[in-house]
């Protein structure tokens, strides 16, 4: 056996040493859609807070304070909501890509199964 | 068997598996696999059904990952790569059942090759030439070509991708011993190219003759690794147990 390796070995090694590898992906995934969670009870938290800030606010007569205190914290809660929705699509959308990949598989699967048995019978 | 270095791959291997373990979901098939492939050498894994030898290629050909141990290709760990960027570099598989698309003609099928680059006209005059029986039936259905035939597509369409790390799932699957003569012996002139070819096979018989290095699996690891002189006596044993 050679130990020398030809043009296309030489060439294969540099193609797969260049290769950009796509370690971790899944590990991405999960904390993307941990990350989803996070968000979700993160902005429903925020919002309620800035519910609960909000009953302490006290008119003072004279002053603009308690209104721009109370606009706060209605911009709070609406980011809080913001917030919780976009952890809930973060949440939704990796839960369920796993699920669609597989389902997606399953569907080539057995439509390809058809196809052969499909041609098996016609040439029988 | 296989000298290791923790790092890397060998630097003379283009394929190499380390105590490579995978399972369906619960169902464990590879148990610790030892595997090397030379560059330019012709590999037969030999074997009982159900020993895990069309696993070992799906983990090789990245379709499968490993659950532990590690595959090396051309020296580089290659743990989260895609099998579409590996097969675009040169790892190409024939799976078991050949893999062409029935319900398209001969010329579709090499068309679908063209992917990794080559023209359709390049890709046509390489296989034509080696097949010249595929040129007289270029319009037909792929599907209703003999077995032979199909698996001769098949090759055609991995040889259009230019591969250096050629991965063949028993190509004997279904075809008379003559047509399995006559690929083989094809095989043989692919690796003396210099293309690195690890072949499973359940024939034994079918290979011995050409290959270079034989590994017999059994029950999800490889038991014995050699010459064919020397494995063709372990071959009963692995088939028949002890």
Known sequence: MTTEIGDRATQFKAEIAEMKLKTGRARSENLLQLLGVVLMVGGIALALGAYAASLNVTATPGTNVDVLDSASYISLAVAGAAISVTGGFLFLRYSLARFLRFWLLRQAYEQRAAIDEAGARSKG | ?242
């Open chain 2, 1 to 242: 068997m296989v000298e290791s270095d923790d790092e890397s791959g060998r630097s003379d291997l283009a394929l190499e598996l380390r105590n490579v373990e995978a399972a369906y979901g619960t169902i464990t098939v590879l148990r610790g696999v030892d595997l090397a492939v030379p560059y330019g050498s012709l590999v037969a894994l030999l074997g009982p059904n159900g020993g895990g030898k069309s696993t070992t290629l799906r983990v090789v050909s990245g379709q499968l990952a490993a659950a532990a141990g590690e595959v090396f290709i051309a020296g580089r760990r290659v743990k989260g790569a895609a099998p579409d960027e590996l097969a675009r570099r040169g790892v190409c598989l024939i799976p078991e059942g050949k893999g062409i698309f029935p319900n398209l003609s001969v010329h579709e099928n090499l068309w679908m090759a063209s992917h990794v680059g080559a023209s359709l006209k390049e890709i046509e005059a390489v296989a034509y030439a080696r097949f010249p029986q595929l040129g007289q039936r270029r319009k037909q259905l792929a599907g209703t070509l003999s077995g032979g035939e199909q698996q001769m597509l098949a090759m055609a369409r991995a040889l259009a991708t230019n591969p250096a790390l050629l991965l063949l799932d028993e190509l004997s699957m279904g075809l008379a011993p003559i047509i399995v003569e006559q690929l083989y012996e094809l095989v043989a002139q692919i690796a003396k190219e210099g293309v690195s070819i690890l072949v499973v096979e359940q024939f034994a018989r079918a290979v011995l003759g050409i290959v270079d290095w034989v590994g017999i699996m059994v029950r999800g690891r490889v038991t014995n690794f050699g010459t064919p002189a020397a494995m063709e006596a372990e071959l009963s044993t692995a088939y028949l147990g002890e």
